[in-house]
Each structure stands twice: as structure tokens, then as C-alpha cells.
């Protein structure tokens, strides 16, 4: 299912504990924990469903992790050309820093197959890309201390949100290097998972012509909700249908 990973250990199966609820409690000011679990997810564009995907997170030897995210079209014109795509992020949990071992990219329908995978080798403090990259992208990054793949920032978003907060990290990933500013509004928001309501942060970055909309719960391990805009236009809008813990 997951081939991206094939870097890392195998993911390891559910758990047979029924999946967790929904809730979030607004006043739990504990601090944040990973844990392993395997969430489920609609994705829509434009108010239409178009396919499923899954996020994982994976519990390796201490400090390591591994995250997954992988969307699969199954309606439209997704379902039609049977696009998919991968990502796999390793990295360690230095506390209050996730920090990059290494990234996968698949991208890949019918006609086409597209990998890229990058190392972040903190001795050098240098990320290199190989694969299917452009021959720019191909040079060294220089390494900065809290630079984070796009999987880990969702992860980082879901550590650090809190009402009224901006969050600044540094994206690096695939050979690009991106400030990334996200502003939690001051107000929760009700939306509802499942048939559940509850109220969530919404995390928002804008920049240019694109924005990046993160809804988060506190006690939810993962994203309640993720919609990227590009012109105006939904590009995906991933909506969580349910997710349990695994070990």
C-alpha cells in the first residue's frame, strides 16, 4: 500500500482497540505527545467527492518516526486516470523539534511515474534530492535548524496551534526552500467529522495566489481537516472520516 515507505520499517498493523472519538478538550493545556495512529480521510474538490487517502504516523526506534500520506482517486476525472500520490516523511522527535531524515514523493497515474526521495544529512547540514526532480533542484540546500518536509509541518501545526497564535517554520522539501506563516484564528470553529461536532483552530497560510487551510483539535492526533487553494480554486480538500490509535 504504501511503497514510499519501503525507506523505512513497515507500518505496523491496527490495533484491535475501537477507533477513539472525536473529542478535543478546549482548556487541556498538557503538553503535546506523539502517538501512532492511522487516519482516514474524504477528499473532495469543489464540494465533490473524488477519492479516499489515509495519514499515518509509525513509531520506530527512539527518537525516529514515520509519516505517510497517501491519496487514492476513485470518482471523476481522478478515478478516471487513476492518480495517486504518495509522500513519506522520517524524521526524529527531538522534543519540541521534528527534525527530517529523509522524504519520498510518488506520483503516478496511468500514463506517468514520478519519485523523487531526499536525504537530510545533519552532519553536512545538507539536503539533497534525487529522482524525477528538476536539474535546478538537484543542488545541495544548506540546513537550518526547524526546517521541516510539508508532512511534518501539518504534524508541527497540530503540536503548536492555539488561538490567536502565528506559526513560522521553514519548509524544505523536494529541492525548494519556502518560509511558511500560519495564523490560528482568535475564534474556534464549529465543523463536524463523522456526524460529530466540536470545535476546532483553523490554521491558515496565504501567500501569492495560494492558500493552505489546517483545522485542528486538541487530543486529535491528527488534521480534522486540510484544504489547499490555488486561484481561487479548491486543489484538494481532505476531510477526516475517522482515525484510531496503532501500535
Do not use: C
Amino acid at each position: 500500500m504504501l511503497p514510499v515507505a519501503a525507506l523505512a520499517q513497515q507500518a505496523a498493523a491496527p490495533s484491535t482497540t475501537p477507533p477513539a472519538p472525536l473529542t478535543g478538550a478546549e482548556t487541556d493545556t498538557s503538553p503535546h505527545v506523539l502517538e501512532p495512529f492511522l487516519a482516514t480521510y474524504a477528499v473532495y474538490k469543489d464540494g465533490k467527492l473524488l477519492g479516499e487517502a489515509t495519514m499515518q504516523l509509525v513509531r520506530q526506534q527512539a527518537p525516529r518516526w514515520r509519516t505517510d500520506l497517501v491519496m487514492h482517486g476513485t470518482r471523476g476525472l481522478m478515478g478516471f486516470v487513476g492518480l495517486n500520490a504518495e509522500q513519506s516523511s522520517v524524521f526524529d522527535d527531538l522534543g519540541d523539534v521534528y527534525r527530517p531524515v529523509t522524504q519520498a514523493t510518488v506520483n503516478k497515474s496511468v500514463f506517468t511515474r514520478k519519485q523523487t526521495v531526499g536525504i537530510y544529512d545533519w552532519n553536512s547540514r545538507a539536503a539533497n534530492w534525487q529522482g524525477d526532480i528538476k536539474e535546478s533542484r538537484r543542488r545541495p540546500v544548506p540546513l537550518q535548524d526547524g526546517d521541516m518536509t510539508g508532512l511534518l509541518i501539518n504534524l508541527a501545526v497540530i503540536r503548536d496551534a492555539a488561538p490567536g497564535k502565528t506559526l513560522d517554520y521553514r519548509f524544505v522539501d523536494d529541492g525548494r526552500v519556502r518560509d511558511h506563516r500560519y495564523v490560528v484564528a482568535d475564534e474556534r470553529e464549529s465543523i463536524t467529522v463523522a456526524g460529530m461536532p466540536y470545535n476546532a483552530m483553523k490554521a491558515t497560510r496565504s501567500k501569492d495566489n495560494e492558500d493552505t487551510v489546517i483545522w485542528v483539535v486538541r487530543n486529535v492526533p491528527s488534521p480534522i481537516r486540510m484544504l489547499k487553494r490555488e486561484n481561487g480554486k479548491d486543489v484538494y480538500d481532505l476531510r477526516l472520516v475517522e482515525y484510531k490509535g496503532v501500535e
